[in-house]
């Protein structure tokens, strides 16, 4: 493709922490480099573009630029909308109209659905334009992807969140849950394992959406731990199911999404659900559920450097895949380095193979009695999460 | 008194982010003092006193200690038991017979009425014993204090979570709804405030258990707002109660603590209701409702340094206090200086002044409406919480 043109970039789906960081890398390297001329920045995704609501990104100073990369949710405002055959229409009308030649949309698979249908809009309408998706999404459901941008953070935000969650569960005791977000996926519940320090620290259980889960299990677990560590802390997933697939939050919600999906988060259904079952059942006096909530997303100033690093990167990478020939449309994946030190590379993958579908767990992750994460998960996700502010016990309570 | 004798020391009531730093501060100052011999920690308040459950905080190292001291959560333990006179008596037995001449107990003030009660007794039995309430609760309700140990870094995760949370909305819009702790006092919640950098920026409504929550007003506030800026974030305190005094959220559960408090905290159920009410009546579609819960008071790593600072001085300040002569037994408090500068000086006052009753809000801190702060609240806190992370906002944005 590798033609001059203006560029117009957009920011879809859920907010991360440092999804302004791959903004403002794919930002600072198209205003660097000379084939690229107008700079638009769309306001709340496509929607932005269908009202032809745009800003100015050269007019930005650097010195803005860089706080905003460092503030979390999307600066210029998201959308959940999936455009329609109609929608495809007006926004070629717009993108024409504008001689964009380049357009990045920042999202995850829903994201990536949207950009790949634009693109094949643009290769039927033979109008040249490159056309890339920059990966994001906290749930690390994305296809072909080693890990996804907005992890690690979230990930470090649910460590974090857990360990003093559960010292103040070691400190008052009882049973305390937590309801994690990740809607298929759980990655980001997993990353509660990453809090423990002692063999007895909790989360002493983890419920993924990639296992059915049962209720009566769900109970005789707790009941295990209670007797085990006289306290339980549980991490459970938002996006639980039960043996049909069925989520067990949907059972107190209704409301969706145009992409069809059910509202899991912002609410406390399924926390306050399981904190009754465990009263009733498990006998505990003692009970409380926190729902971690769109804080996990958005909390400014505890960002993985490596993630923020990585989503400056892909930002990056995404420029420099539409200016070169031949690689003008697809989705930039990172891929980790099979080296002992931890490392990762960027490429370029067809937008078909992220758009859509998402991954889950890999088996490995999970252990048999799908209640906890296994070793090969922690070793794969510490990296990605940095190091945590732990902190310590008293030696004295160690020995007790 | 200043008496040669050993110490007890132990921690009650909700744990907070630097709670460990007045323990740390104590057993590190006793150390260094040659009036006391040994130092015993109780584990999980008077239960471990009660139970002869102890460690010694003599073999404790200094660099634990000081890890320990920035850990979140009660390092020895916690609980919420108000001592009958039976329990009095049983703990007197077990003072004595460890020649415990140094008593400290940290907590709120329900802690504070516990130290007062066990004091009573020490007088009445004739047995001399430094009897000092070390304060802490994130609420800041203690009565004689500017502000208490704990209140700042728990003032410090609310604004920076609402800031993330008001920047989340922004990207997509409707209301969003945040439930913060707080039973009888409005500080916490009203910290929410300090989120604010642009005029726009939320929370455009704050409500304080100060003042009665009417639904019906409620809905007309969130419905002035969504016209004003075209999205509301709402901070409301859990304990917020109507006009007769009944907590709203206590017509959704029973739960109650030695004390007779109601649980508040650990559910979603307030957050869920104010949400059904906004969607059923102000027509907002997309509303969401987040309960900070127990991350406000047990977050690791984000706690104010100022705050960190002043609980390891109470600490210090207690058992200079302690082994004085006439300043045997009291309440360490908080007293804000009043230089232009912040500053602070620790005092003692009976413990009778902190015990028992809380404070509330002045009124010079809540706007007429009763819906949000006054610029005289943000002065207050803004010292106690520190510099925030508030991050920016691209300027193409803010000129829309």
Known sequence: MSQKGNMLIAQSGGPSMVINQSLVGAVLAARSNRKVGKIYGALHGIQGILDEDFIDLRQETRKTLELVANTPSSALGSVRRKPTPEDCQAIFAVLKKLDIRYFFYIGGNDSAETAYIINEEAVKSEYGISCVHIPKTIDNDLRENDHTPGYGSAARFVACAVRGDDLDNRALGGVKIDVIMGRNAGFLTAAAALARVDEDDGPHLIYLPERPFSI??????????????????????????????????????????????????????????????????????????????????????????????????????????????????????????????YGVTFEVVPLRMVARETRSMPKEFINRSGNNVTQAFIDYARPLVGALPLGARLEGMRKK
């Open 216 to 341: 009566d299990k769900f109970v005789r677990d707790v009941k295990a731990a209670m007797r085990k560590y006289g306290r339980c802390v549980v991490a459970v997933s938002e996006g639980i199911v039960d043996e049909n697939g069925t989520p067990i939050v949907a059972k107190f919600t209704q409301e969706t999404d145009s992409h069809g999906n059910v509202q899991l988060s912002g609410t406390g259904a399924l926390g306050d659900l399981l904190a009754k079952v465990v009263k009733e059942r498990a006998n505990v006096k003692r009970v409380r559920a926190d729902t971690f909530g769109y804080l996990q997303r958005s909390f400014p100033g505890i960002a993985s450097e490596t993630d923020a690093l990585e989503a400056r990167l892909v930002g990056v990478a995404a420029v420099q895949a539409a200016v070169e020939e031949d690689i003008s449309r697809g989705s930039i994946v990172i891929r980790r380095k099979p080296t002992k030190k």
